[in-house]
């Protein structure tokens, strides 16, 4: 019988200095902090944007200001090939490079993978056809 509780006193006694290397490890040197510090950094960056109401609101109006301004490209470029004399390209020119810039924006921001382009709106087309002269916004 004496063996037995000697063992089961070793046993004890392992299992708590066990538990004491543990503690002083996670609370004296910050081990629970480094272990978790990378899913916690990226857990508060998913809640600052994908769960951030505001931040979905940014991104799904910055589809629709995107291809607004490619529709008030497209009429400065009709408007200007109407107005001025046919010699007077420079300003048709400039116009539609800013079209193509736009267009060119609009479409890498849809195709990215991360958390913009999840808040686009549906009704918004995937790409915008760079040679098709009236973009449509909502269908």
Same mark, same amino acid.
């Given at each position: 019988? $004496?063996?037995?509780?000697? =063992? @089961?006193?070793? =046993? @004890?006694?392992?299992?708590? /200095?066990?538990? /004491?290397?543990?503690?002083?490890?996670?609370?004296?040197?910050?081990?629970?902090?480094?272990?978790?510090?990378n899913?916690?950094?990226?857990?508060?960056a998913?809640? $600052?944007? &994908?769960?951030?109401?505001?931040?979905? =609101?940014?991104?799904? %109006?910055?589809?629709? *200001?995107?291809?607004?301004? =490619?529709?008030?490209? *497209?009429?400065?470029?009709?408007?200007?090939? *109407? #107005?001025?004399?046919?010699?007077? $390209? &420079?300003?048709?020119v400039? /116009?539609?490079?800013?079209?193509?810039?736009?267009?060119?924006?609009? %479409?890498?921001d849809?195709? $990215?993978?991360?958390? #913009?382009?999840?808040?686009?709106?549906?009704? /918004?087309?995937?790409?915008?056809?760079?040679?098709?002269?009236?973009t449509q916004?909502?269908?």
């Open positions: 019988m $004496k063996g037995f509780v000697a =063992i @089961a006193a070793g =046993i @004890a006694g392992f299992i708590l /200095l066990c538990l /004491l290397f543990y503690f002083v490890g996670v609370y004296v040197f910050g081990g629970a902090e480094q272990a978790t510090a899913y916690r950094g990226q857990t508060d998913r809640n $600052k944007t &994908v769960a951030n109401g505001d931040y979905r =609101i940014a991104q799904y %109006n910055h589809f629709y *200001e995107l291809c607004g301004s =490619i529709q008030t490209l *497209e009429d400065q470029i009709r408007t200007t090939k *109407e #107005a001025q004399p046919p010699h007077w $390209k &420079v300003n048709v400039a /116009l539609e490079n800013q079209r193509s810039a736009a267009i060119r924006q609009y %479409n890498a849809a195709s $990215k993978a991360g958390p #913009a382009a999840q808040f686009k709106a549906s009704d /918004l087309p995937d790409q915008i056809d760079i040679n098709q002269e009236n916004c909502a269908s």
